[in-house]
């Protein structure tokens, strides 16, 4: 390599990293701007680099006037090609900045999808934070709506109880006003109706403080392997007396095998449970027919119970309501039978609980409530 090659490349060396540190300085300086003009300048300063790099190479070398102007409007070419190609990419980025920008805007305040980018092809980056905020925003939307639910099902449930207790409240008032101006002249009769009333008020107390307690998540307690054959047998004895009174025939059906029919969990809870649905079931049964309490092992290898009734069935509109705290599946609020419709909704959440699943569907003459549980470990 001689000399004059030496000093042309040790010249445009120079030139260039000259160029580039005022580059660097200018690109600095614009580094709180838009990333449009950051691209432009950045997109600039090689060009403005090996344009000074070719002008002092030309004038080392004694090239012609004609190749230096052939040169340099190649390299003016060059550099109008590199600053709109930035200024297109710059548009992109900031069409999908912008959109990224207005979906966070509207994050917290509007759940409604949002309208896509109007121009531009957005990159892949911005694309994919894009769908990340479309998921958050849908999860959102679904937790807003079951947030919104669950302030209409506590309103309703409200003003539900506070009827359900102002009827009671009512008739002790207006039997102890009569036992106090001596107008009543069976008073042990009026006693035992205020015991009763006041009996059925505590039901619905201790409803409402176990639906509290399911859905305030409590530590998990103590659980142990649980037979469902045996439990559905214990409860069928417990409830024989109301189905005797209300003229309704109560049947267990669970096969011999009671091994393959535990399940892990809470014998009390599972037990109130389980009650909930046979108690529900006798209420709603035509006397003369028959209520059906069935266990059996899932081919998934789950326990289900089942609790068939003869309602006559549920509307198919309010199937889907039938677990909502406070539903009773009927157009009055007066409760003659003694419920506040927190049954089912107690029974849901302590299945739910025990990491279990329930449901309802109609069958022929009536409706059935099955409930599926792991079974227990051996």
């Known amino acids: 390599m001689n000399r004059d090659t030496v000093t042309i490349l040790a010249l445009t060396t120079v030139w260039t990293l000259v160029v ?25 300063v090689p060009m403005a680099a090996a344009l000074a790099a ?11 006037a004609h ?23 710059g548009h992109w980025i900031t069409t999908g900045s912008r959109d990224v920008g207005r979906r966070l805007r509207e994050l917290g305040t509007s759940y409604d999808a949002p309208a896509a980018a109007s121009t531009g092809t957005v990159p892949a980056e911005l694309a994919a934070l894009t769908d990340e ?65 006041v009996d ?48 309704v025939r109560l049947v267990v059906s669970t096969p011999a095998d009671d091994d393959r029919l535990a399940v892990q969990g809470d014998p009390d809870e599972l037990t109130r449970a389980v009650t909930n649905l046979v108690d529900n079931a006798i209420r709603h049964t035509k006397p003369e027919e028959a209520v059906t309490v069935s266990v059996d092992r899932s081919s998934d290898g789950e326990v289900s119970l089942a609790v068939s009734d003869a309602c006559g069935g549920i509307p198919a509109d309010d199937l889907p309501r039938v677990f909502d705290v406070g539903w009773r599946g009927d157009a009055g609020r007066t409760p003659t039978d003694g419920g506040a419709g927190l049954g089912l909704a107690i029974a849901r959440g302590i299945v739910e609980s025990h990491d279990g699943t329930i449901a309802v569907s109609n069958v022929p003459g009536g409706c059935s409530f099955r409930i599926d549980l792991p079974a227990a470990r051996p």
């Open 20 to 44: 580039a540190a005022i580059g660097a300085a200018i690109l600095w300086q614009f580094r709180r701007r838009s990333l449009r003009t950051a691209m432009i300048v950045a997109a600039l």
């Open 54 to 64: 070719v002008l002092q190479s030309v004038r080392a070398m004694f090239i012609s």
């Open 67 to 89: 190749d230096s102007l052939v040169v340099l409007w190649t390299l003016a070419f060059s550099a109008l090609l590199g600053v709109a190609l930035s200024v297109l990419i």
């Open 133 to 197: 905020l479309e998921v958050t925003r849908m999860k959102l939307a679904a937790s807003h709506e079951r947030e919104r639910a669950l302030e209409d099902s506590r309103r309703e449930l409200v003003a539900f109880m506070s009827h359900d207790l102002r009827t009671p409240l009512a008739g002790l008032r207006a039997v102890s006003e009569g036992l106090e101006d001596g107008v009543i002249d069976d008073v042990p009769a009026a006693l035992r109706q205020m015991r009763a009333t």
């Open 200 to 247: 059925r008020m505590t039901g619905l107390v201790d409803d409402l403080f176990e639906l509290s307690r399911l859905s305030s998540a409590p530590a998990p307690r103590r659980r142990t392997a649980v037979s469902l054959r045996e439990l559905a047998e214990d409860v069928a004895g417990e409830s024989g007396e109301h189905a005797r009174v209300s003229g």
